[in-house]
């Protein structure tokens, strides 16, 4: 797995967007870009992912640079539920399931 | 649909001793993947199954074994427990053999609390 570096913290109002960065300057062709998020003492939770064309779902949208040397996560209108730390990865090809997970960006929002 | 279910939620063991912690998937997946996450070195991956094989191991030593039935339900095995294997451990599955498929999500299940005293 391409590495990738993550701002190891970040605050949001509650409402406004939260636009969490990652660069992922290595990653190869086949790689796709996948965040996850864990709220405290639960397992990490999907949020989305994509190859190299924006994607929104409905929990968030992810930004990726033409070069795909970098992503960045938003959550349109962060809630104090959103709340976790943020994990990017760059996983794909013949990673055979060994999702390296960095130490990701805790994301705090705050009323 | 009913999530990944992992038990036992909690366990306290002493060192020396062996656990075992089990893991179901979501109904139709077949690809189970095993973590380790502690404090110090976050979540790291242990190793993955498909189809009652193991398709993948992480740097553990040993100590750390695992299996997967026909049902897909996995588990895994930690012996002679040390104190450093306190730790939370997740189990994940997925739909496809990550090593066939460039997308492919991984489902989490809550986790087993693992103390070693």
């Known amino acids: 797995d391409a590495k990738t570096t993550q701002p190891p913290s970040m605050d949001c109002a509650e409402g406004r967007a939260a636009n969490l960065p990652c660069n992922h300057s290595t990653i190869s062709g086949n790689e796709y870009v996948y965040w996850y998020r864990q709220i405290h003492s639960q397992g990490p939770q999907y949020i989305i992912h994509?190859?190299?064309n924006n994607e929104t779902n409905e929990m968030a949208s992810l930004i990726i640079t033409e070069d795909r040397k970098s992503s960045t996560l938003i959550l349109p209108h962060a809630t104090l539920r959103d709340t976790a730390v943020y994990y990017c990865?760059?996983?794909?090809?013949?990673?055979?399931?060994?999702?390296?997970f960095g130490q990701g960006t805790i994301l705090t929002v705050h009323p | 649909k009913a999530g990944v279910t992992q038990t036992p939620r909690y366990l306290i063991k002493t060192r020396g001793q062996q656990v075992t912690l089990s893991c179901s998937p979501i109904?139709?997946?077949?690809?189970v993947s095993w973590y380790q996450q502690t404090p110090g070195q976050g979540l790291q991956f242990l190793f993955e199954y498909f189809s009652e094989t193991q398709r993948n191991k992480g740097n553990f030593p040993g100590r750390f074994s695992g299996r997967q039935f026909s049902n897909s339900r996995s588990e895994m095995n930690v012996s002679t427990l040390e104190l450093g294997d306190s730790a939370l451990y997740l189990c994940a599955s997925s739909l496809a053999p990550t090593a066939l498929s460039g997308a492919n999500v991984l489902t989490f299940g809550a986790g087993s609390r693992l103390t070693v005293l």
């Open positions: 994509g190859l190299k």
């Open positions: 109904s139709g997946h077949r690809s």
């Open positions: 990865i760059a996983y794909g090809g013949t990673s055979y399931g060994k999702l390296t």
